[in-house]
Nanobody, 116 residues
Framework: QVQLVESGGGLVQPGGSLRLSCVGS????????MSWYRQAPGKERELVAR????????DYPDSVKGRFTISRDNAKNTVYLQMNSLKPEDTAVYYC?????????WGQGTQVTVSS
């Protein structure tokens, strides 16, 4: 079955950077759209980045465009989220998602806290 394991979260000061990683197993990684979502306390889960395969076309909401970069290494079954110029409002649990058609699977999430 599909398994996704995120890592790289932590505490960072405003203006800092973090890189999240998500390793997939149990499926043909290169055939899936990979996405990062986040969910802050009391808020709905929201998309922060998506990358297609093949081709690597990416998509971001305005709230993170220019600060976050998603990438993937299909040879390593890994998707990354480079987050720069972090703001307190980026604080959330970040989830990795693998999608193919109408089927999606989630990782367990990794906490990102942006605070001084």
């Amino acid at each position: 079955q599909v398994q996704l394991v995120e890592s790289g979260g932590g505490l960072v000061q405003p203006g800092g950077s973090l890189r999240l990683s998500c390793v997939g197993s149990g499926f043909i990684f290169s055939n899936y759209v990979m996405s990062w979502y986040r969910q802050a306390p009391g808020k709905e889960r929201e998309l922060v980045a998506r990358i297609l395969s093949p081709g690597g076309l990416t998509d971001y909401p305005d709230s993170v465009k220019g600060r976050f970069t998603i990438s993937r290494d299909n040879a390593k079954n890994t998707v990354y989220l480079q987050m720069n110029s972090l703001k307190p409002e980026d604080t959330a649990v970040y989830y990795c998602k693998a999608s193919r058609g109408n089927v999606g699977s989630w990782g367990q999430g990794t906490q990102v806290t942006v605070s001084s």
